[in-house]
């Protein structure tokens, strides 16, 4: 198992700039995902660590090693491709074997390898399937027992469970996980579903545009963007323009078009007083009962949408919409004049 | 859904006229052909079943050498012919600068007739050909080299290699471009150098194609008329060449049939053995 590190990397396809100077050091065993749109660079990363694409400029290092010129087949890493590109004239059994050929694994450690690799994906009685015989499902998990059998440097994930449906997709990224602990391999998950994302790793590096936006841990991610994009990309978010009228330790005060707000900003950058900031909070910080923050906000409802769990809520203060969350028993309807609490310490102050 | 009646009266007339012509026009002439053979209906002489031109056929040695001969040009030239295409295959898989080009220059022969073809490639290797003034000229050899009518058929292989690569370059590319770049990279991924992929993977799936395209390649070069009868050695004559001359110079028509059968035959017995060795190859999937 190795630690792994972006430094400077760039990745180019004719003009355009796919990967923008990115740093990036992984842990041995750790788990990270890349998240970002479509067109972010994410992809081209990864395939850049597995060597299908040679870096412009910067290093991409295994441990110790340089592997920029290391051509794929020799750099030791497994990926999964969203397509589980299987071989399709091979049963189940010689694709999981495929690697082991490949490294002229003795027969005897072969069939030990692959026959526990079968038995952690609960494949053993579809060895001698061809990959045509099996449902989406078993297809995948074909797929990651081929690239757990060689035990590999890394793991790599290209967006492995897009071609599954809802439930299971969230199956199998709980295998994926539970997998990646027990082996304690490094794992790089490519992924634009940003609840994949938040449920699966370690860190999670936002993208945006060939460069990285925010790299942290889910929780912080969330509950602490540091971008306007990060904001707007993981999770519903009401951002907003605010000039900052006062700072007094970490507490600042700032003026919005919906009027004064306060916002405990310990643990962020501080801003000075004068400068125009993005705010954002989200939805599930509007309390409808919450009565003693320093933040009261009132609008008028202008749309009740029920999700089952939650019930949405579409918001106008003073021309600004606004998303907020309740509980059914809230009893609320379109035209109500209702009034939120949000904490101070519920907002993240969004670089410009 | 009630259960329709797949041949309706308007099914039948449309393909009356294709189904039709292939039944009657060329089923009626192998049938008579092989009737012919035994010595019925026959254009010269009496009629009345026999197997005398089988004999005299069979027990021939000129038929024989004959039959050999086809057998080993329809051999070589389809093993020739996609052992040269693959690679090429291989190579316009992706695409990339000149390859356009370089792909219409190589369609060029599928235009050319086989006589022709031949005509053509008779000026670069006949005795005096091109070929041989050059390397006579840079002192390489100090007489010509016999590249063309040599007794065992390598001028007819090269001409066939030459005049059917397109057409074998086509099927193998269509073979190949099936093949998603996922699977060769998943490949690359798990270890595998370029011959790996190249035996454990790129053949292996293009075998559907390589196959279909060596019977109708075995097909041509087997029936072959034009290119042997140019490039041909003086002795054996292809089994077409000698079936004309049974007919046109010996006027006999009867054992003439009997090489135009054997020439069926042998046509189906391949067609045979190679859905036999796909449904190996392809096992039960």
Known sequence: ?352 | MAKKDPYSLTTILMLLPGVGFIVFFIGSSITLTVLQSFGLYSLTGESQFTFSFWKSILLSREALDSLKFSLKMGLLSSVGTVLVAFPLALFFRKAGAGKGLLGSIIKIPLFIPALVAAFLILNLISYHGLINTVLMRLGLISEPKRMLNDSFGWGVVTIQVWKNLPFVLLILMSAISSIRDDTIDAARNLGAGYWSILFRIYIPLAMPGILVAMILMFIKAFGDFPITSVAGPIYPASVAMRMQTMAHIFQEWNQAAVLGVIIIVTTFFVVWAYSRFAELVQGDN
Request: hydrophobic share 40%; proline share 5%.
């Open chain 1, 1 to 352: 198992m190795a630690t792994l590190r972006l430094k400077n990397l760039v990745k180019k396809f004719d003009e355009v700039v796919a990967v923008d100077h990115i740093n990036l050091d992984v842990a041995d065993g750790e788990f990270v995902t890349l998240l970002g749109p479509s067109g972010c660079g994410k992809t081209t990363t990864l395939r850049t660590i597995a060597g299908f694409y040679y870096p412009d400029e910067g290093e991409v290092y295994f441990g110790d090693r340089i592997m920029n010129n290391v051509p794929p087949n020799k750099r030791d890493t497994a990926m999964c491709f969203q397509s589980y590109a299987l071989f399709p004239h091979m049963t189940v059994w010689d694709n999981i074997s495929f690697g082991l050929k490949m490294r002229k694994i003795p027969q005897s450690e072969q069939k030990k390898r692959i026959e526990k690799a079968m038995e952690m994906l609960s494949l053993e009685d579809l060895g001698k399937r061809k990959p045509g015989q099996l449902s989406g499902g078993q297809q995948q998990r074909v797929a990651l027992a081929r690239s757990i059998v060689t035990e590999p440097q890394a793991l790599l994930f290209d967006e492995p469970l897009s071609n599954l449906d809802a439930k299971l997709r969230v199956q199998v990224r709980v295998e994926i996980r539970e997998m990646q602990k027990r082996l304690g391999i490094t794992a790089i998950y490519v992924t634009h579903d940003q609840d994949e994302a938040l449920a699966i790793s370690d860190r999670i590096v936002i993208m945006n545009q060939g460069r990285i936006e925010q790299l942290g841990d889910p929780y912080t991610i969330y509950r602490k963007p540091e971008t306007r994009f990060v904001a707007g990309f993981i999770g519903l978010a009401n951002i907003f323009d605010a000039e900052v009228a006062a700072v007094t330790g970490n507490i600042c005060t700032m003026n919005t078009s919906f009027g004064q707000i306060v916002i405990d900003a310990t643990g962020q950058e501080l801003p000075a007083p004068g400068d125009t900031v993005y705010l954002s909070f989200r939805p599930e910080d509007m309390k409808i009962r919450d009565r003693e923050s320093a933040n009261q906000i009132t609008g008028i409802v202008d749309q009740v949408v029920f999700m089952g769990d939650v019930t949405d809520l579409f918001i106008e203060v003073k021309g600004f919409k606004m998303r907020a969350q309740s509980d059914d028993e809230a009893k609320i309807s379109p035209g109500d004049r209702v009034t939120f609490g949000v904490s101070p310490r519920a907002f993240s102050i969004l670089r410009r």
